[in-house]
Structures are given as C-alpha cells and as structure tokens.
Nanobody, 121 residues
C-alpha cells in the first residue's frame, strides 16, 4: 500500500558529492518523520539523518556538517545531500517514512528497497 522509491546512489570518489531522493506513493494520509539509514557490509543498519514534517532535522555524529536532509511535503519526497564523502560512507542507503494510511490503522514504518553508495578512495 506504500511504496518508497530511492534514487541517486552510485560510485563517487572520496571528497565527492551525491544526492539521494526518496519518493513515497500509495494510499497515504499523512507522513510524519522521514529519514535515511545505511547498512555497510557486516554492520548493523544505522540511522543517518531524519526530518520531521515540520522540518526539524537530526543527524548522526558521523555525518554532521557533511550531509543535509530535506523534504518536500507536497511531493512526499525526502532528499539527502551528501558532500565530502568518505570511504566509510560506503553502504546501502535506505529511506524510511512513518506513515498513516487512508485505510486506517496506526502510524507505521515503511522502508525503501535501498540504493548503493560506493565511495572510492
């Protein structure tokens, strides 16, 4: 009932930039928080950044000052601008959204399929 489609991943050299996008669609009544998570090989998934519907953002210490999260509520889309990329940023990046459906039910967490970001040193 909810689809989150990510785009913008790829291969970039250390120090470069990438911009990820994630568009939500489906039977969505409202979206509360949206965010980005990442999972590197052999590691647990970790939160990278999140943003409330009102625009309040929050970042992991490892990306503060380098990454910027933003969202367009009308388009149900969240973005992640990643600058000064490092090899340790290499991971699969997942979009997350806390959604409430028109069909009812409690707010729940939806995930995208993930997009690979690879930073070469």
């Amino acid at each position: 009932q909810v689809q989150l489609v990510e785009s913008g991943g790829g291969l970039v050299q250390s120090g470069g930039s990438l911009r990820l996008s994630c568009a939500a669609s489906g039977n969505i009544f409202s979206i509360n928080s949206m965010g980005w998570y990442r999972q590197a090989p052999g590691k647990q998934r970790e939160r990278v950044a999140s943003i409330t519907s009102g625009g309040r953002d929050n970042y992991a210490d490892s990306v503060k000052g380098r990454f910027t999260i933003s969202r367009d509520n009308a388009k149900k889309t969240v973005y992640l601008q990643m600058n000064s990329l490092k090899s340790e940023d290499t991971a699969v990046y997942y979009c997350n959204a806390q959604v409430t459906l028109y069909s009812g039910g409690a707010e729940h967490s939806s995930w995208g399929q993930g997009t690979q970001v690879t930073v070469s040193s």
